[in-house]
């Protein structure tokens, strides 16, 4: 039998027509149904870069958007010797809170905790009101940048250090083809989604309107140029979900599902 085949096998033998069964587990958990999944097909949770199983990269069946994976900046202002004296606290996670403090936004039901989510969340197609935008490079590099003029909000003056009041300052850069260390925290983004998308494919399970599992998709490999032209269009995003108080980057890369959908090239039932 072919890889795919075994899958397959799988999907009859231990999810089609179940339920995810997610008793005893955290319901603040947003990922407890893809574990359960993920566990039927003798999927454990580790910290390789690398697809699922047998060469292919299981994608959980999710309300609206997908992700492709979490995958933090290599570099922030914070940690650049350049700027990094503008931002206070003496360790890294203390100057990442004070980042969130100038370039995301407090919210009033968690105290005035400061998030970069939601409004401040920099995107490809323009600057936001927070002054930030996305671009890719000329290396293909994804950068974050920040322009004061473009800073909509009316404080900002009083939040941001008069030394970062400048334009298209990079406030984090994704390494694109190349990575100019060997550490493992300086990853590219090519390696990364290649190492997951580029072996045999993608495969997901879908539901029926009980919320059953009724069957199983598959699609075809994907390499970074595709994947990076997909960002300069806006289809792939970058969701960030940081937030004072919380090491964790979270730092997710999504599509809509209507698109995921697209991608689909087989279906068994």
């Known amino acids: 039998m072919t890889a795919k085949e075994d899958i397959i096998e799988l999907f009859h033998r231990n999810v089609k027509g179940k339920k995810p069964n997610v008793e005893g587990?955290?319901?603040?958990?947003?990922?407890?149904?893809?574990?359960?999944?993920?566990?039927?097909f003798g999927i454990h949770s580790n910290d390789y870069n690398a697809a699922d199983l047998w060469g292919y990269e299981l994608k959980n069946e999710t309300k609206s958007k997908t992700t492709f994976g979490d995958w933090s900046a290599n570099e922030y202002v914070f940690t650049n010797p350049q700027y990094c004296i503008?931002?206070?606290?003496?360790?890294?996670?203390?100057?990442?809170?004070?980042?969130?403090?100038?370039?995301?936004?407090?919210n009033e039901l968690k105290g005035g905790r400061c998030s970069w989510s939601g409004s401040p969340c920099p995107k490809i197609e323009c600057f936001?009101?927070?002054?930030?935008?996305?671009?890719v490079d000329t290396n293909k590099d994804i950068l974050a940048i920040y322009s004061y003029s473009e800073d909509k909000r009316a404080d900002k003056a009083e939040i941001v250090p008069r030394e970062l009041q400048i334009e298209n300052l990079v406030i984090a850069r994704w390494y694109g083809?190349?990575?100019?260390?060997?550490?493992?925290?300086?990853?590219?983004?090519k390696a990364k989604l290649e190492d997951k998308f580029n072996d045999k494919g993608w495969f997901t399970c879908k539901t029926d309107e009980n919320g059953l599992y009724c069957k199983i998709c598959f699609g075809k490999p994907m390499n970074y140029n595709e994947w990076i032209e997909l960002?300069?269009?806006?289809?792939?995003?970058?969701?960030?979900?940081?937030?004072?108080?919380?090491?964790?980057?979270?730092?997710?890369?999504?599509?809509?599902?209507?698109f995921w959908d697209s991608l689909i090239t087989e279906t068994y039932e």
Not at 128 to 135: A, T
Not at 177 to 189: G, I, V, Y
Request: aromatic content about 14%.
């Open 25 to 40: 587990t955290n319901e603040r958990h947003d990922g407890r149904q893809g574990q359960w999944l993920e566990h039927q």
């Open 86 to 106: 503008y931002f206070t606290g003496r360790s890294k996670f203390e100057k990442r809170e004070d980042f969130l403090r100038i370039f995301g936004k407090p």
């Open 128 to 135: 936001n009101d927070f002054g930030q935008r996305l671009i």
């Open 177 to 189: 083809e190349t990575s100019p260390t060997t550490k493992k925290t300086d990853k590219c983004l």
């Open 231 to 258: 960002v300069k269009q806006g289809i792939v995003f970058f969701d960030s979900g940081m937030y004072q108080g919380n090491k964790r980057p979270y730092s997710q890369w999504r599509a809509n599902n209507n």
